[in-house]
């Protein structure tokens, strides 16, 4: 884990507002992601993880505060621009152009993430080339590049989303639940993945639910909850915190097991 040529973090999220009429689904939030870190982020529905996703890749701009990132002002910056300074996401619900053939997603993707894009229309110049072969590479899908998108089964649509994600040649990765509806083994698939990418030097920042998900692969855990931060540290701390097992697992649960977990030593 390092810091940015600068000193400073790869991210910088400060006091991020992020309002919908009178509904604050982002409440002054703040945080910072240092270059290589996986930051796993938890919290129930509604709390606001997919909202803080839409502001950081410049979909839905902040109503307050700022985001920088590599030392860029991003907080009003297109979805496009932020795409080029280094930043990439996956969705929570499975997106793809559903008539397009793996390989040409992640292409559209590539050519969307060229911030100089030499060759007009879909052509690829020999960079994003190699850009879509790496990502097709490490998210296991070369195989079964001629299928059309439509018909993967919901493992692979998951690996397409991230696969074109990669093939933009981002610093950061942003995932939204990306192994939402997996069984167990699929889960371990994405968790060999994140592994490679975080080897690799990546920095994430993945949303999830599943906990075993979460606290496996994050350095650092943040959790929502109406907006706010709630938690923020090692992933092993959350049991041991009362307000995050009281989220989780309803009002009182954590006077519950901390009987519990005193009755038996
Ligand atoms: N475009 C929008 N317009 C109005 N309200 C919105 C919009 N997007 C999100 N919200 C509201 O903002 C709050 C946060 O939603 P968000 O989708 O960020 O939650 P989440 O933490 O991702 O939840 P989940 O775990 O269910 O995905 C919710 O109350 C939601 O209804
Ligand atoms: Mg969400």
Redesign the pocket.
């Given at each position: 884990m390092t810091e940015t040529a600068a000193g400073r973090p790869l991210l910088e999220v400060t006091a991020v507002t992020k309002s919908?009429g009178a509904?604050v689904?982002v409440n002054r939030l703040s945080f910072t992601l240092n270059e290589g870190e996986v930051l796993g982020i938890g919290?129930p529905?509604?709390?606001?993880?997919?909202?803080l996703f839409e502001v950081i890749s410049g979909l839905s701009p902040a109503t307050a505060g700022s985001i920088r990132f590599a030392g860029q002002d991003i907080t009003r910056a297109s979805a496009e621009a932020i795409c080029h300074a280094g930043i990439a996401r996956t969705f929570?619900l499975n997106a793809a152009f559903d008539s397009l053939t793996v390989q040409e997603n992640v292409e559209v993707a590539a050519q969307f993430g060229r911030a100089n894009r030499a060759v007009p229309g879909l052509r690829l110049d020999r960079h994003a080339r190699a850009a879509v072969e790496t990502a097709l590479e490490i998210t296991g899908l070369t195989e079964r590049r001629n299928r059309v998108a439509a018909k993967l089964p919901v493992i692979d649509r998951k690996l397409l989303m991230i696969a074109g994600a990669l093939a933009t040649e981002p610093r950061l990765v942003l995932m939204d639940e990306p192994v939402g509806g997996l069984t167990p083994g699929e889960i371990d698939r994405i968790v060999a993945l994140v592994e490679r990418l975080r080897a690799a030097g990546r920095s994430i920042i993945l949303i999830e639910?599943v906990m075993r998900f979460l606290v496996q692969l994050s350095d650092r855990v943040l959790i929502?909850h109406h907006g706010e931060k709630i938690y923020e540290g090692a992933p092993k701390g959350l049991v041991q915190d009362a307000q995050v097992v009281d989220v989780y697992l309803g009002q009182g649960a954590s006077k519950r097991l901390a009987t519990y977990l005193e009755s038996r030593t």
């Open positions: 919908f509904l689904a919290g529905n509604g709390a606001g993880k997919t909202t929570q639910h929502l």
